[in-house]
């Protein structure tokens, strides 16, 4: 009886720290899922300001050969 009781408890305590673990994987990957909505919000939103650009105001990407490129010192 007592084996028994001490192997329930030892079972008990394997199973707790695994479902601690879990925890702390679902908190990570509810973590990574806020970043990468974030991220595709900006992304987003910068491709709705190109696309406003293009069409609306009727800009275009200048040519490469024209860009200059300045540094500061």
């Excluded at 919000?41 to 300001?49: A, D, E, N, Q, V």
């Excluded at 105001?57 to 024209?66: H, S, V, W």
Aim: avoid cysteine; charged fraction near 35%.
């Amino acid at each position: 009886m007592a084996l028994a009781k001490v192997n329930a408890e030892h079972q008990y305590r394997k199973l707790f720290s695994e479902n601690e673990h879990q925890k702390d994987i679902g908190r990570q990957l509810d973590l990574e899922y806020s970043q990468l909505q974030l991220e595709q919000s900006t992304l987003s939103m910068h491709s709705k300001i190109d696309e406003i650009a293009k069409k609306s105001l009727k800009m275009k990407e200048p040519d490469p050969k024209k860009i200059i490129m300045l540094e500061q010192h």
